[in-house]
């Protein structure tokens, strides 16, 4: 599954997206379903109802739940997202904040059901501006460790795409078609082990 954190279709975070739908599709076997957090009107916002919730003494909130069934049909999650403020968008964090959160409460006290969490982060700057300040390791660290560690989830990454906003067609294209490798070894990561065995 790949769950997309930006408002507009004709992003460079899009466009990423739809050749990783593609690279998935590539493998003959292999199914991709896209969800639009922005078209589907998610409230990043964790209020009462979630803090509630995580304390025991309500059920869970129907809008977190419906996340959860997505997550949980899905054998392999790609969550993409654009790069603010060295960090994820308010919409992406909110969903982590919010969905995987839900799995990490007092009354249930289970390790989230995602099987296997890859992140693909959208840069507008270039690599060097992200390694000589920190960043890519900050983000690296509050992600993985922050959010798969915690959550339990043994196959996870982040990989960072840089200079998406960029005019030059060159980069342009080396962004769609590393999208596209990313869904072919997003499909290939989806497989169970004993289908990947060569015989």
Do not use: C
């Not at 998935?24 to 199914?31: H, L, N, Q, V």
């Not at 109802?49 to 419906?66: E, F, K, M, N, W």
Request: net charge negative.
């Amino acid at each position: 599954m790949l769950v997309v954190a930006h408002p507009d279709h004709d992003s460079a975070t899009w466009a990423v997206a739809r050749a990783i739908e593609q690279g998935i599709r590539s493998a003959g076997s292999a199914t991709a379903t896209t969800h639009d957090l922005v078209a589907s009107g998610f409230d990043p916002v964790y209020g009462k109802a979630d803090l509630a919730h995580h304390r025991g003494l309500s059920g869970l909130p129907a809008d977190v739940r419906r996340e959860q069934e997505f997550l949980e049909s899905a054998e392999v999650t790609v969550v993409l997202f654009p790069v603010y403020w060295w960090s994820m968008p308010a919409l992406a964090k909110g969903w982590f904040d919010r969905v995987f959160g839900a799995y990490d409460d007092v009354s249930h006290g289970s390790p989230s059901a995602v099987r296997k969490l890859h992140l693909v982060a959208l840069a507008g700057l270039g690599e060097g501006t992200f390694d000589r300040h920190g960043y890519k390791a900050a983000l690296t660290t509050q992600t993985m460790h922050g959010i798969a560690d915690y959550s339990q989830i043994g196959d996870s990454s982040i990989e960072f795409l840089y200079d998406t906003e960029s005019k030059d067609p060159a980069i342009h294209e080396q962004l769609i078609a590393r999208g596209y490798e990313i869904g072919a070894e997003m499909a290939q990561r989806a497989q169970p082990a004993y289908d990947r065995v060569a015989v």
